[in-house]
């Protein structure tokens, strides 16, 4: 398992921990969403930092509370084609306005990144062997696109009237 | 028409370049299978019985006769010389090779044209009103909204992976043409008490395994909000559709088993979310597209135009013909004309790399350039002034699409079927030529009047069997081909779902059996003009099952 | 054992060919050949799950796609024995112009 963003490969520092195994002082640690609601006030002051490991079917609303104070999210789904994803990561930035990283983990191929930078992610917990060069390539594909999303560029609806171009990816 | 700028340019070709990419990962074994099939798909190809299809986007099936000489060049020099018209308003080549793929889209890019999400689980090709910008009855050209949507989920990054395809069908008219009721979403154009245009959206509606007649979700949308509220809808959709069943997966279930009521509570809470991210586009970029669909410039004529009331007296097939494939056109002087591409005992929708260049050229001669692309697999000229009519009929004679059957019982929708589908369990192809043989007699087909025959070789119900006034569903029983009737459906704005009228018939059997069902409704309708879908509404199936199977 | 009273079978392996779509039999020398009559025959259980093996194994090997095991009537035609698999083998039943033979053309 390995961990990248768009431009390859990056250090993972965060220790996944499992329910019954106390945070370490001062560690970064990733724990389930049951956790995290049962026990926050221990967590955020035992560990240095805090990041939840969410599935397709989270509540936001129930996340919400604690999103100031989290360092990360991972969203995780098995399937490549369980397309949740993308509106959970929308949601979350655009109108939680979650500003640190967030990680989609699960199947995935290069060709989705692209599109999981656009819904906002910023990492992506990804195989041993992951192709990095496919995946730089996916995630500079296109230059321009229709939509007016999360973090994404401005779109051509709105460079077409005069708009400055910019933002990322 | 609407016509690309650079960044259309840009990103249809950019998509080329990264599809092309994909095909060489996947020739040299770094993608699977299973994880290039999404990728393919959303790129119009499958693999069918023969070889690979590819499915080119007729965005809501307008063609300029540039793209239509191109399309029929690709069939030439890639396929076999030959396409098929779709009822998504697209257009099909059968026999494709993966690693031409690449050139192929970048010749359809060349014209302005792509095979994108013409396939997959995402938003597909936005179908049309066929008369759109030309019928009398409309409220706004439908086009405008339909390229905005073109754009809108084009590549749309959260809506790329849906539980299942997702259809946009839009109609600016009062009389449906283009079946918005069978879409996942539905789109009728309409003005409100304070004249302003907006969008009446039904969701939910489909064919397939469980056919659904889409329920009204909201009345009005404001134009500059469709886009927010149409992500809402698909959000909603994403979040809550089910991913466990690809049989259950598409949004007519969501909102079957939430109810219509609670799926519209879900879209209106979710709408200011996606209002606040922005995604309306600004008004001055409808403006920009909507100056692209402007009407083109009509000579002024004054009816009766005499040569042609003329030919019609003197020529009766002519006069059948323009009885039944010219439709009024808003301008006076001039008619919309529907090409039959049903030539008694031919392939519904078929049409040769040549005949495609013969309507190419009609088109540029007598109609102003265009051709659209029907969701009964017909071509239509929608310009042609009434005084042309009899040269384009005569023309059409030649090439083989005079057939005067629009909307009659040849005029057949049928699906590629087992000849070519790997999804089918039985011919529809085969039972739609046998059909039209067996009605060819013109001057019946005009006693029996309006009557449309739609056929499926398989559940999906791409032949929109349950639509058809008479479907014809093709099943596998035990290895043999067999074929059940449904009655009453339609799809229009009436639309309705026809009912199995009971067990199925084998291939030998089906077309006496059709007959049996015509007869029955000749002998009992109340006069010439009582249409068999209004007498079947009248009488119910009681008859026709008596006709069909006897008294039990 | 009884094995007169095993069940007669006659299978032959197909898939498409990934690069062009080509619906292919595989033969005897271990090739992918257009024409279902030079398909090699298996006629017990276990000789069948041999051809699905070769068959995984060639679509692991990214060769072929929609890989299956089929029936085909005993004798030197193996012609296929669902209708779905007879087109399959000799093209669209509309389209006599585009069809293909069961047994290669003589050259």
């Given at each position: 398992?390995a961990?990248?963003?768009?431009a390859?490969?990056?250090?993972d520092?965060?220790?996944?921990?499992?329910?019954?195994?106390?945070?370490?002082?001062g560690?970064t640690?990733?724990?389930?969403?049951?956790?995290l609601?049962n026990?926050?006030?221990?967590?955020?002051?035992?560990a240095?930092?805090?990041?939840?490991e969410?599935?397709?079917?989270v509540?936001?609303?129930?996340?919400e509370?604690?999103?100031?104070?989290l360092?990360?999210i991972?969203?995780r789904?098995?399937?490549?084609?369980?397309?949740?994803?993308?509106?959970?990561g929308?949601?979350?930035?655009?109108n939680?306005?979650?500003?640190?990283?967030?990680r989609?983990?699960?199947?995935?191929?290069?060709?989705?990144?692209?599109?999981?930078?656009?819904?906002?992610?910023?990492?992506?917990?990804v195989k041993?062997?992951?192709p990095?060069d496919?995946?730089?390539r996916?995630v500079?594909?296109?230059?321009?696109?229709y939509?007016?999303?999360?973090?994404s560029?401005t779109?051509?609806?709105?460079?077409?009237?005069?708009?400055?171009?910019?933002?990322?990816? | 028409m609407?016509?690309?700028d650079?960044?259309?340019?840009?990103?249809?070709?950019?998509?080329?370049?990264?599809?092309s990419?994909?095909?060489?990962?996947?020739?040299?074994?770094?993608?699977?299978?299973?994880?290039?099939?999404?990728?393919?798909?959303?790129n119009?190809?499958?693999?069918q019985?023969?070889?690979?299809?590819?499915?080119?986007?007729?965005?809501?099936?307008?063609l300029?006769?540039?793209?239509l000489?191109?399309?029929?060049?690709?069939?030439?020099?890639y396929?076999?010389?030959?396409?098929?018209f779709?009822?998504?308003?697209?257009?099909?080549?059968?026999?494709?090779?993966?690693?031409?793929?690449?050139?192929?889209?970048?010749?359809?890019?060349?014209?302005e044209?792509?095979?994108?999400?013409?396939s997959?689980?995402?938003?597909?090709?936005?179908t049309?009103?066929?008369?759109?910008?030309v019928?009398g009855?409309?409220?706004?050209?439908?086009?405008?909204?339909?390229?905005v949507?073109?754009q809108?989920?084009?590549?749309?990054p959260e809506?790329?992976?849906l539980?299942?395809?997702?259809?946009?069908?839009?109609?600016?008219?009062?009389?449906?043409?283009a079946?918005?009721?069978?879409?996942?979403?539905?789109?009728?154009?309409?003005?409100?008490?304070?004249?302003e245009?907006?969008?009446?959206?039904?969701?939910?509606?489909?064919?397939g395994?469980?056919?659904?007649?889409?329920?009204?979700?909201k009345?009005f949308v404001?134009?500059h909000?469709?886009?927010?509220?149409l992500?809402?809808?698909?959000?909603?959709?994403?979040m809550?559709g089910r991913?466990?069943?690809?049989?259950?997966?598409?949004?007519?279930?969501l909102?079957?088993d939430?109810?219509p009521v609670?799926y519209a509570?879900?879209?209106?809470?979710m709408?200011?979310l996606?209002?606040?991210?922005g995604?309306?586009?600004?008004?001055?970029?409808?403006?920009?597209?909507?100056?692209f669909?402007?009407?083109?410039v009509?000579?002024?004529?004054k009816?009766?135009?005499?040569?042609f009331?003329?030919?019609?007296?003197?020529d009766?097939?002519?006069?059948?013909?323009?009885?039944n494939?010219?439709h009024?056109?808003?301008v006076?002087?001039?008619?919309?004309?529907?090409?039959?591409?049903?030539p008694?005992g031919?392939?519904?929708?078929?049409?040769?790399s040549?005949?495609?260049?013969?309507?190419?050229?009609?088109?540029?001669?007598?109609s102003?350039g265009?051709?659209r692309?029907?969701?009964?697999?017909n071509?239509?000229l929608?310009?042609?002034?009434q005084?042309?009519l009899?040269?384009?009929?005569?023309?059409?004679?030649?090439?083989?699409?005079a057939e005067s059957?629009?909307g009659?019982?040849t005029?057949?929708?049928?699906?590629?079927?087992?000849?070519?589908c790997?999804?089918?369990?039985?011919?529809?192809?085969a039972?739609?030529?046998?059909?039209?043989?067996?009605?060819a007699d013109?001057?019946r087909?005009h006693?029996?009047?309006s009557l449309?025959?739609?056929?499926?070789?398989?559940?999906?119900?791409c032949?929109h069997?349950?639509?058809?006034?008479?479907g014809i569903?093709?099943?596998d029983r035990a290895?043999?081909?067999?074929?059940?009737?449904?009655?009453?459906?339609?799809?229009?704005?009436?639309?309705?779902?026809?009912?199995?009228i009971?067990?199925?018939?084998t291939?030998?059997?089906?077309?006496?059996a059709?007959?049996k069902?015509?007869?029955t409704?000749?002998?009992l309708?109340?006069?010439?003009?009582?249409?068999?879908?209004?007498?079947?509404?009248?009488?119910g199936?009681?008859?026709?099952?008596?006709?069909?199977?006897?008294?039990? | 054992?009884?094995m007169?009273?095993?069940k007669?079978?006659n299978?032959?392996?197909?898939?498409n060919?990934?690069r062009n779509g080509?619906?292919?039999?595989?033969?005897?020398a271990?090739e992918?050949v257009l024409?279902?009559?030079?398909a090699?025959v298996?006629?017990t259980?276990e000789?069948?799950?041999?051809?699905?093996?070769i068959?995984?194994?060639?679509?692991?090997?990214?060769l072929?796609i929609?890989?299956?095991?089929?029936d085909?009537?005993?004798?030197?035609?193996k012609?296929?024995?669902?209708?779905?698999?007879?087109?399959?083998?000799?093209?669209?039943?509309?389209?006599?112009?585009l069809?293909?033979?069961?047994?290669?053309p003589?050259k």
């Amino acid at each position: 398992m390995a961990v990248v963003d768009r431009a390859g490969p990056i250090a993972d520092s965060w220790t996944r921990l499992a329910d019954d195994q106390a945070p370490a002082a001062g560690a970064t640690v990733i724990v389930s969403f049951a956790r995290l609601k049962n026990e926050h006030n221990s967590l955020f002051s035992a560990a240095g930092k805090v990041g939840v490991e969410i599935a397709g079917d989270v509540k936001l609303e129930e996340l919400e509370p604690f999103l100031p104070r989290l360092g990360l999210i991972v969203v995780r789904m098995n399937n490549m084609r369980d397309g949740r994803l993308f509106s959970i990561g929308r949601m979350l930035r655009e109108n939680y306005k979650y500003a640190a990283d967030m990680r989609a983990a699960g199947d995935l191929i290069p060709d989705q990144m692209l599109y999981l930078l656009r819904c906002g992610f910023t990492s992506f917990e990804v195989k041993d062997g992951f192709p990095i060069d496919s995946l730089r390539r996916s995630v500079a594909a296109y230059t321009h696109w229709y939509q007016r999303i999360a973090n994404s560029a401005t779109p051509v609806t709105e460079l077409r009237h005069g708009a400055a171009h910019g933002g990322e990816p | 028409m609407y016509i690309y700028d650079k960044f259309d340019h840009a990103i249809t070709s950019e998509r080329v370049a990264e599809f092309s990419q994909q095909v060489t990962r996947r020739l040299a074994g770094e993608l699977s299978e299973d994880q290039f099939r999404p990728l393919r798909l959303m790129n119009g190809l499958y693999l069918q019985l023969h070889a690979y299809m590819l499915r080119v986007a007729i965005p809501y099936g307008t063609l300029s006769t540039k793209q239509l000489r191109k399309l029929a060049d690709i069939a030439k020099k890639y396929d076999r010389d030959y396409g098929h018209f779709t009822t998504r308003q697209n257009l099909q080549y059968n026999w494709i090779k993966l690693e031409q793929v690449p050139e192929i889209l970048a010749e359809l890019g060349s014209v302005e044209m792509h095979a994108n999400q013409t396939s997959g689980n995402c938003i597909r090709n936005v179908t049309a009103d066929q008369f759109a910008g030309v019928a009398g009855d409309e409220v706004e050209d439908p086009r405008i909204i339909s390229e905005v949507i073109r754009q809108w989920s084009t590549f749309h990054p959260e809506f790329s992976f849906l539980p299942r395809k997702f259809k946009f069908a839009v109609t600016g008219a009062a009389k449906d043409r283009a079946a918005i009721q069978f879409h996942d979403i539905g789109i009728h154009i309409v003005k409100n008490d304070a004249g302003e245009i907006g969008y009446a959206v039904y969701v939910g509606g489909g064919m397939g395994r469980t056919p659904v007649v889409a329920p009204l979700i909201k009345p009005f949308v404001a134009r500059h909000e469709l886009l927010s509220y149409l992500e809402a809808c698909l959000r909603v959709y994403n979040m809550h559709g089910r991913r466990d069943n690809i049989y259950k997966a598409r949004i007519k279930i969501l909102v079957r088993d939430l109810g219509p009521v609670e799926y519209a509570r879900q879209v209106e809470e979710m709408w200011p979310l996606t209002r606040a991210s922005g995604v309306d586009v600004p008004a001055a970029e409808v403006a920009r597209i909507q100056a692209f669909f402007a009407p083109p410039v009509y000579e002024t004529i004054k009816e009766p135009v005499a040569a042609f009331e003329e030919s019609k007296k003197r020529d009766k097939a002519f006069a059948n013909w323009v009885k039944n494939n010219v439709h009024p056109h808003k301008v006076p002087g001039y008619g919309a004309v529907t090409i039959s591409l049903k030539p008694i005992g031919g392939i519904p929708g078929d049409a040769s790399s040549a005949q495609m260049h013969q309507i190419a050229d009609l088109s540029d001669k007598y109609s102003l350039g265009e051709v659209r692309v029907t969701h009964v697999q017909n071509l239509v000229l929608p310009n042609v002034k009434q005084a042309d009519l009899f040269a384009v009929w005569q023309r059409l004679g030649e090439i083989g699409f005079a057939e005067s059957n629009i909307g009659l019982i040849t005029d057949i929708i049928a699906c590629p079927g087992l000849d070519y589908c790997s999804l089918a369990n039985a011919r529809s192809i085969a039972i739609a030529q046998r059909l039209s043989e067996h009605f060819a007699d013109v001057d019946r087909q005009h006693d029996i009047g309006s009557l449309q025959i739609k056929i499926s070789g398989c559940i999906n119900a791409c032949g929109h069997h349950h639509a058809g006034h008479i479907g014809i569903l093709g099943v596998d029983r035990a290895g043999q081909e067999l074929y059940q009737l449904t009655l009453g459906g339609a799809g229009d704005e009436t639309a309705s779902i026809g009912t199995l009228i009971g067990p199925g018939f084998t291939s030998d059997d089906v077309v006496g059996a059709i007959d049996k069902v015509v007869e029955t409704y000749r002998g009992l309708r109340q006069n010439a003009g009582e249409t068999f879908i209004e007498a079947y509404r009248r009488v119910g199936p009681a008859p026709f099952k008596e006709a069909l199977y006897g008294r039990r | 054992m009884h094995m007169s009273n095993a069940k007669v079978i006659n299978k032959v392996l197909t898939a498409n060919r990934l690069r062009n779509g080509e619906t292919v039999y595989y033969t005897p020398a271990g090739e992918w050949v257009l024409y279902v009559s030079q398909a090699r025959v298996a006629t017990t259980q276990e000789e069948a799950d041999e051809l699905a093996k070769i068959g995984a194994a060639a679509y692991a090997a990214n060769l072929v796609i929609d890989v299956a095991v089929i029936d085909v009537t005993p004798g030197a035609e193996k012609k296929p024995s669902h209708i779905r698999e007879l087109i399959r083998a000799t093209g669209p039943t509309v389209r006599a112009d585009l069809n293909k033979p069961i047994t290669p053309p003589k050259k």
